[in-house]
């Protein structure tokens, strides 16, 4: 069990799992009889970022916001599982100073960009091709990989289960460091 709150920050293209991996943490945690808020990039897109567009500066002040709702929901005693694509190495790095690196788990979901489009249920790659100013992620619009992420994780080929198994699990070794430190765990 994770006692102390903590916010783990989903992050990848679209369509790469996010959403799925993060209600799938919320339940495994909620079962555990732990609080958790769940902060998905596109029901905050029909909310508190309804005046925000895709714009480079509008991506970077969604990520901006949402890290800061992230820091309340900690400072409340209540985790935080973020879904956002968050595109930009400076906007994850900008949302770990909000929060703390103590209680930040960046969880870069790697799944290549041809798993994705198949998984696009919504058509959001079909019509970035067709309309490159709708600036999709991935397509018309730039991704930054994380370059340290404490974990990487492809849904292509890894299962919700193990998923979680690996988040869990990193997040109990995370903790026990000093939290000034940082570590890095890959899958293979």
């Known amino acids: 069990m994770i006692r102390t709150p ?18 799938a943490l919320a339940e495994r945690l909620r079962a555990q009889g732990q609080a958790v808020c769940v902060l998905d990039g596109d029901v905050l897109r029909a909310g508190v970022a309804s005046d925000l567009g895709f714009s480079p500066a509008d991506r970077e002040e969604q990520a901006r916001r949402t890290a800061e709702m992230a820091r309340l929901i900690n400072r409340n005693g209540i985790h935080a599982i973020v879904a ?11 949302a770990r100073d909000i929060i703390g690196t103590a209680r930040f788990s960046e969880v870069y979901l790697a799944t290549p960009l041809a798993v994705c489009r198949q998984r696009d249920v919504k058509g959001w ?19 930054e990989a994380p370059q340290r ?40």
């Open 149 to 188: 992420p404490e974990l990487t994780i492809d849904t292509s080929i890894t299962n919700i289960e193990l998923a979680l198994a690996q988040i869990l699990s990193n997040t109990q070794n995370q903790v026990m460091l000093d939290p000034c430190q940082t570590i890095a765990t890959q899958n293979p």
């Open 84 to 94: 956002l694509v968050s595109p930009t190495r400076s906007g994850r790095a900008l």
């Open 125 to 143: 790659y079909a019509r970035a091709e067709i309309d490159p100013a709708l600036a999709l992620t991935g397509v018309s619009a730039p991704y």
């Open 6 to 23: 903590h916010t783990w920050w989903l992050t990848g293209l679209p369509c790469a799992g996010k959403t799925t991996l993060a209600n």
